[in-house]
């Protein structure tokens, strides 16, 4: 129970900083809402600044996804959001696993090995070149394979599954497991929140991937979302398409955001649970 009035003061201090913090993590997003919905006449009557818009318009929404291209291009981040975050979690928990028992052979320079690819790699030249070679140009391989296992994953997997107690892993080889069974029926599903975390950083990634597509992929039937978005973006600011426009260009800017961030901001609910527990990992138990 807090008493005392110093106690006193420094929740009333803890709680003021933390509320400036909300607010500066909503005030953004809620501009970017505003002006989306915002009608034209709005936006000039206020000076291109608006907070709570007092009329809305969905005219920009209706612009941005009268596009077909936007439909398919979000096939395209959809599939590789999920197939890429699938692969993702099965590569890094089958490399996380092994590096996990201090009975590996070789254990020591494997872990030095992987992680010198935190520090060093070999290139952007030299891996568009990889991905050529294997035939990867133009098909969404191109933005899974390259980026299939993350280093720093890797390691956060690795870590919670040194936590595990050893005796359970000691007691299933006793009767008989082999180790892909002690990974399928111990290891995995006591890693779950671990996992989950891991999966959100990839799938996050994914979906907000830019560079490869444009790097990777020149067939437009293939750009994914971001791609698609950083087209449209740039079609609303083309100076001979200014005097054509009816929906400011703020308003398809800010409505794009939305498009863009919304599909990733409505799974994040489901998974915050175990999100939480992941970032736990290296708590303190007692």
């Given at each position: ?11 009333v ?6 509320l ?15 002006m ?23 005219e ?10 936007l439909g398919r ?11 890429g975050?699938?692969v ?20 020591s ?23 050529q ?22 390691l ?9 107690p050893e ?14 069974r ?24 994914h ?21 698609i ?21 703020a ?29 736990l990992?290296?708590?303190?138990k007692?």
């Open positions: 129970m807090v008493s005392g009035k110093s106690d006193k003061a420094f929740n201090f803890i709680y003021t900083i933390l400036v913090v909300a607010v500066a993590a909503i005030f953004p997003l809620l501009y970017v809402i505003s989306s919905l915002t009608p034209y006449s709005e936006v000039i009557k206020h000076g291109g600044f608006i907070i709570i818009p007092k009329k809305i318009s969905f920009a929404y209706e612009r941005i996804f009268s596009d077909p291209a291009s979000m096939l395209v981040t959809v599939f590789v959001t999920v197939i975050t699938l993702n979690i099965i590569l890094t928990t089958l490399a996380a696993y092994p590096l996990s028992r201090k009975n590996l052979p070789g254990r320079f494997f872990l030095l090995f992987i992680i010198i690819t935190m520090l060093f790699n070999g290139g952007l030249i030299p891996t568009y070149l990889i991905v070679s294997l035939g990867m140009l133009n098909t969404v391989w191109s933005l899974i394979v390259p980026g299939a296992i993350a280093t720093f994953n890797v956060i997997l690795k870590s919670f599954l040194e936590s595990l005796e359970l892993f000691e007691s299933a080889r006793i009767d008989g497991a082999k180790e892909f002690v990974l399928w029926q111990i290891a995995l599903p006591l890693s779950v929140p671990s996992m989950m975390t891991v999966g959100l950083f990839y799938m996050v990634g979906w907000n991937s830019f560079f490869s597509a444009v790097l990777y992929i020149t067939d437009t039937k293939l750009y994914p979302l971001q791609v978005i950083r087209n449209m973006l740039l079609l609303t600011q083309s100076s001979e398409l200014q005097a054509e426009v009816t929906v400011p260009t308003a398809m800017q800010m409505a794009a955001v939305i498009a863009g961030s919304l599909p990733i901001i409505a799974v994040y609910p489901f998974i915050q649970k175990h999100f939480t527990k992941g970032m990992l290296g708590a303190i007692g």
